[in-house]
């Protein structure tokens, strides 16, 4: 299945000409031109977390289009390079893909299919009473079933947009399962620290809860559980799935014992991952949901009124579901935008794309200045006063696709925090929020985890973080020297996994301009939102503030 475009990484431009020429010589056969087309072309999908080249859709960019794809095909067939079983191209159903991750994602897929089967022992009648939790009599027909499953299936996959209960219907999963199996050893999970504390947050606070990385024990580039050393385990919640990439999954599978039950949360319209491989895109296929059966449950009741968000966010929804390759979001919700009114719940204002909007300036200051007050009531290693500042950080949620341009991550904090940009971290002023860009185990950060400078600027700096249990972790910042970076906005990626109160989304024309990310970045908020596009100043109804 196709991932949604997204701004292909700088390393793309050099190494698919370098593939192009060496894959021919090391396997002894004359340079195609073609052959070379598309290599280019499936390393730039690559660089978009694309595992594979469509040969039936629309021709690349990188292809010559007069010969695509028969010619392009046809070259493919007879070439060495797509030999079985060591050439590095594999032809699969109109589809060009790289052997080994064919290899990996065919091994993910027939382990994920062979756990949705059922158990020996189906369980719903098996005890009394199951059916009597408080928990269950709330949920509706596709919420039992999902209950009804996990009793009865290795493997769940419970799917749905926001606001349709899947945290609800978790939490019966949970209350059913300990009602059949007191002593069961549960666990959740997420990608990111953020997500991960959610889901703790949502489910009571009574589980263990972790990065997926923290409980495959991350050791840099390989993990201390694995199946020498399988997780101690009887069932696992993994939340926010459209963030695991093809590695991190097989992975996780290779460190499940057999008799653990795998219940698989998300949202397959969010953004897929950045490194290769969308797990959770690939099981929409249908003969995935045909092999997955009872096990796959999508919910589609919603039970949170987010007015004029959800509205936006399901018509993003329906449209991805119809033309998942669909790169302009805003010829599809432009009618909604137009229809907005002052009392509605998102907002929308068409700007210059020449400078920052000045609205958006004016918001961050504010929340700039509230982090600076409220840090300054906190002392580095003391909790008293945190609570409230790590609430603030909440609040608001600035998110922009891209990092470089006029509208981009560097501008923003270049306006706003000027020449402190080029000094250490502790030299940010006081409330300055800070990502961790990688995962560091031995801190007890995970990649996307946001903290807030205190007891600054200078030397006395500390760093605030939540450990996702309610616990504070306080880091110096040169510990993360090289880690980390100003946090007052955040790419959508970075932000996917969090929630705010309030988010203003950034969306400037180009190639930016993606159903996926808009959806992701909308569907943050919880109760407001701003979504800022440029190219169009003409008045709107609801943009008035």
Known sequence: ?????????????????????????????????????VINALTAALGRGELELELNGPPPAEV?????????????????????????????????????????????????????????????????????????????????????????????????????????????????LRAQEPGGRLHLAAPTGKAAGRLRAATGGTLPC??????????????????????????LVVDEVSMLDLGLMAALLEALPATCRLVLVGDPAQLPPIAPGAVLLELQRPDRRHQLGAAAITLTTSYRNAGAIAAMASTLRQGLATSPSSTDPLTAIRPLLQALKATDNLRWRPCSPRTLPAELLERLL????????????????????????????????????????????????????????????????????VLCR????????????VGLLVGGPGPSARLLFGDGNGEA??????????????????????????????????????????????YTALTRARQAALLLTDGDNEPRAGTTA
């Open 64 to 176: 010559s289009e007069a010969f695509w794809p028969e010619e392009h095909r046809s070259a493919l067939a007879n070439s060495p390079l797509c030999g079985d079983p060591d050439g590095p191209l594999a032809l699969e159903d109109g589809r060009l893909q790289w052997r080994r991750w064919q290899r990996q994602r065919q091994a993910v897929i027939d382990a994920l299919v062979g756990r949705a089967g059922t158990l020996e022992r189906p369980a719903s009648a098996a005890v009394p009473g199951v059916r009597d939790l408080p928990e269950f009599a709330d949920l509706d027909g596709r919420q039992r079933q999902a209950v009804a499953a996990v009793l009865s299936h290795g493997l769940v996959l419970l799917e749905g947009g926001p606001g349709t209960g899947k945290t609800s219907t978790v939490a019966a999963m949970i209350a059913a």
């Open 366 to 433: 504010r929340h700039q200045a509230s982090l600076a007050r409220l840090a300054g009531r906190c002392r580095p290693g003391e909790a008293q006063g945190c609570g409230e500042l790590l609430e603030e950080r909440d609040r608001l949620l600035v998110m922009a696709p891209q990092r470089q341009g006029r509208w981009g991550l560097e501008a923003i904090h270049r306006t706003l925090l000027g020449g402190q940009l080029d000094g250490d971290l502790q030299d940010l002023p006081v409330g300055t929020p």
């Open 438 to 449: 990688r995962n560091l185990p031995e801190l007890d950060l995970a990649n996307g985890d």
């Open 1 to 37: 299945m196709k991932d949604p475009i997204q701004t292909p990484l700088p390393w793309v431009a050099a190494l698919g000409p370098s593939l192009a020429e060496a894959l021919p010589r090391l396997y002894g056969t004359p340079c195609d031109p073609l052959i070379s087309e």
């Open 210 to 235: 972790t990065t997926l990385h923290r409980l495959l024990e991350s050791r840099g580039d390989r993990f201390g559980r694995h199946r020498g050393r399988p997780l101690a385990l009887d069932l």
């Open 473 to 518: 972790i306080w880091i110096h910042p040169g510990q993360l020297a090289g880690a980390a970076e100003p946090a007052l906005a955040l790419t959508v990626h970075k932000a996917q996994g969090s929630e705010a109160e309030e988010v203003i989304v950034l969306l400037p024309s180009g190639g930016s301009r993606d159903s996926r990310l808009l």
